[in-house]
Every structure is written in structure tokens, then in C-alpha cells.
């Protein structure tokens, strides 16, 4: 399927564990390498998930906007884990 832009649990429990631990330049420079993987796999995600996944970063972005680091993390354990989940495009 896909190999090099896959997403992996494990790189991003790494970027939530970051951001928990204040650990901020780092946590944001994971993040934006989450992003860039998400923006090559865009042709794999279904439409559906596809909305679901624009309305998740749009409150991501708002959470980093406000420095609610912890915020970013539940997030992105929570919710962005499940839709890749759901969209098949997550190894482990």
C-alpha cells in the first residue's frame, strides 16, 4: 500500500508525548512533518474522511494557535489516531 508516507502511531504518540511534556520545538517540528505526510496522502483519503480530517486540523491549528499545547495532543491522540485509523492509512 502505502510505505514512506504512511503515518505511524508511534511517530505520532511520539509528537503527543512532546507536546505534554513542554517540550515545544520539538513537538512542532513533528508536527509539521504529520502535516507534510498528510498533504501526500490526500489522494488515498476517502471523501468522507477527507471532511472530517480538514474540520480536525482547522481545531488543531486553533488549539496551537492559543499555545493549548495539551489540547493539540488530545487531539491529535484522539481524534486524528481514529480517522487514520478509519481511513486505513496508519501503520503501526
Known amino acids: 500500500m502505502i510505505s514512506n508516507d504512511s503515518l505511524s502511531r ?7 508525548a512532546a507536546f505534554r511534556l ?5 513537538a512542532n517540528e513533528d508536527f509539521i512533518e504529520i502535516i507534510d ?3 501526500r496522502l490526500l489522494q488515498f483519503i476517502p471523501q468522507g474522511t477527507l471532511a472530517d480530517l480538514t ?11 492559543r ?6 495532543a488530545d ?7 481514529k480517522n487514520l485509523q478509519t481511513a486505513g492509512l496508519l501503520i503501526d
Not at 508511534?10 to 503527543?16: E, L
Not at 513542554?22 to 520539538?26: L, N
Not at 474540520?55 to 494557535?65: C, G, V
Not at 487531539?75 to 489516531?81: K, Q
Open 75 to 81: 487531539l491529535l491522540e484522539y481524534e486524528l489516531l
Open 22 to 26: 513542554g517540550r515545544e520545538a520539538e
Open 37 to 39: 505526510k498528510l498533504g
Open 67 to 72: 499555545q493549548d499545547h495539551i489540547g493539540v
Open 10 to 16: 508511534i511517530a505520532i504518540m511520539h509528537t503527543v
Open 55 to 65: 474540520a480536525l486540523m482547522q481545531k488543531t491549528f486553533d488549539a496551537q494557535t
